[in-house]
């Protein structure tokens, strides 16, 4: 028998050392270890929708009946149905299993091994966790104290190896918008550009019109914060025809599963039940904010998303974040580099705003030190 030794020689030199992505806790893995039983945790750590996807969907799924058949692997019906929503014609879109697969399938088609791509740190991981899988080199431009994008940083760092910039708009975890007239400007410089408004039920702001003008402009999407389906995988992605045939070339085939397209065909017909609930989230968001801002110790940014990124000001973002755990309450921390001692916090619910401040009160003192 071969050693594992042996194997680990033959896998690809930049895999070994391969940070991976930290993703968010599921309850059911904490069964025990917290105070309150596993139905009653409040999950604030992954910016899921706390009301759930649109109950249509739910009763589609109950009755479909041809699990057993393949997706439409060109993704017809899916591309018009998104095209309707989005006013932009299905030529010009592609679905995927979650807008990380795009992110891949993006950074697979323009970056080689030794290609650069422009990433404004800190931002959403995945964009990093991608291009070293696929064996490109990260460039960091770091955004400003108020994570706002270095346009004439991100200029400066274009070289002839530069293949790709990253922009997640509002950004992840900062909850922040890079205003039209900067994202112009990076699209002017004729790279590549990416701008994910993964968020973008809840900021209201995108750049998607500037498609037909701007043909290295991809534009990413997601149903699973505003639509409440983040575990059917489902996002897609708006780019010029060009791009978007090579990437229906080079995608994975049924890529979307058929649950997500009759998830998507059905949110698609209750648009006014789920932007209602759009609506309580931004409302609750702002709740959540008064409330942050009451705390001495904790900072919190505003934010165009579901979610409050805050520093904490006085303690360990670690300790916090264990604290709240074992009271049942999941948040997101951070701490590293541009995310020094940090914690992102999804909204929820009324009652889970009330839940997490009232726990907050109660921590201040203990979390110091």
């Known amino acids: 028998m071969g050693s594992f030794d042996g194997i680990e020689k033959l896998i690809r030199s930049h895999l070994v050392t ?16 917290v105070e309150v039983p596993v139905e009653n945790i409040i999950k604030l750590d992954a910016n899921e929708n706390p009301y759930g996807c649109s109950p249509r969907v739910s009763q589609a799924l109950a009755t479909y009946p041809y699990l057993n058949i393949y997706p439409d692997d060109g993704q017809t019906e899916l591309r018009e149905l998104l095209a309707e929503y989005t006013g932009i014609g299905a030529e010009c879109i592609v679905a995927s299993g979650g807008s990380n697969q795009l ?19 800190p931002t959403f991981d995945i964009y990093r966790f991608s291009t070293q899988i696929n064996g490109g080199t990260l460039i960091e431009v770091p955004r400003d104290e108020n994570f706002a994008v270095n346009v004439n940083a991100v200029k400066a760092a274009i070289k002839k190896q530069s293949k790709l910039i990253f922009l997640a708009n509002p950004n992840t975890p900062t909850g922040n918008i890079t205003p039209q007239r900067d994202i112009l400007e990076i699209l002017d410089t004729g790279l590549p550009v990416v701008v994910d408004e993964a968020y973008y039920e809840f900021s209201g702001e995108t750049v998607a019109p500037l498609v037909s003008q701007y043909d290295n402009l991809m534009i990413l999407r997601t149903f699973s914060k505003w639509a409440g389906l983040a575990g059917l995988r489902v996002g897609y ?17 049924y890529n979307v599963n058929v649950a997500a397209i009759v998830a998507v065909r059905e949110s698609l017909k209750d648009i006014d039940y789920l932007l209602g609930r759009v609506k309580a989230i931004v409302s609750e968001r702002e709740k959540l904010f008064d409330g942050l801002k009451k705390l001495q110790w904790l900072k919190p940014f505003p934010s165009q998303a579901n979610f409050i990124f805050c520093s904490v000001l006085n303690g360990k973002a670690i300790k916090l974040h264990q604290k709240l755990q074992s009271k049942g309450i999941l948040v997101r921390y951070f701490d590293k580099p541009l995310l020094q001692n940090s914690i992102r916090i999804s909204v929820g619910k009324p009652e889970h705003t009330d839940a997490l401040i009232r726990a907050l009160q109660e921590l201040g003192g203990e979390i110091s030190g």
């Open 103 to 121: 992110i891949d399938l993006i950074i697979r088609l323009f970056v080689g091994l030794g290609d650069e791509v422009i990433n404004c740190v």
């Open 237 to 253: 992605g708006i780019f010029s025809p060009k791009i978007a045939d090579y990437l229906l070339k080079v995608k994975i085939p």
């Open 18 to 33: 391969l940070g991976g992505y930290a993703a968010s806790t599921s309850p059911e893995t904490l069964k025990g270890k």
